[in-house]
């Protein structure tokens, strides 16, 4: 079975950090473009960060630039979002994600909530 376990989410206050992790199993992550994706009440999904596949290039969008860092471990096939100067903007359920041509995968999400 093809899972994306996503843990880590919890409640913060303003411009405190939560690391959030996930775990495939079923694939291989290294095939895979990898990224994290969030929620907010009433809004769109957005991507926060991506690693490229095929040269492991990252993108991060303004919004989080900066306070982000995406991380991944192939071997262990987990990727890490380290979030830092969380803002209550931030809050929102953050899914993670692999993708490639053949497959488009996401895990459950897991809910942040930043206090302010």
């Known amino acids: 079975d093809v899972q994306l376990q996503a843990s880590g989410g919890g409640l913060v206050q303003a411009g405190g950090s939560l690391r959030l992790s996930c775990a495939a199993s079923?694939?291989?992550?290294?095939?895979?473009?990898i990224g994290w994706f969030r929620q907010a009440p009433g809004k769109g999904r957005e991507g926060v960060s991506c690693?490229?596949?095929?040269?492991?290039?990252?993108y991060y969008p303004d919004s989080v630039k900066g306070r982000f860092t995406v991380s991944s471990d192939n071997a262990k096939n987990t990727v890490h979002l380290q979030m830092n100067s969380l803002k209550p903007e931030d809050t929102a359920v953050y899914y993670c994600?692999?993708?490639?041509?053949?497959?488009?995968?996401w895990g459950q999400g897991t809910l942040v909530t930043v206090s302010s």
């Open positions: 994600r692999a993708w490639n041509m053949n497959n488009d995968y």
């Open positions: 079923g694939f291989r992550f290294d095939d895979y473009a």
């Open positions: 690693i490229s596949s095929s040269d492991g290039s990252i």
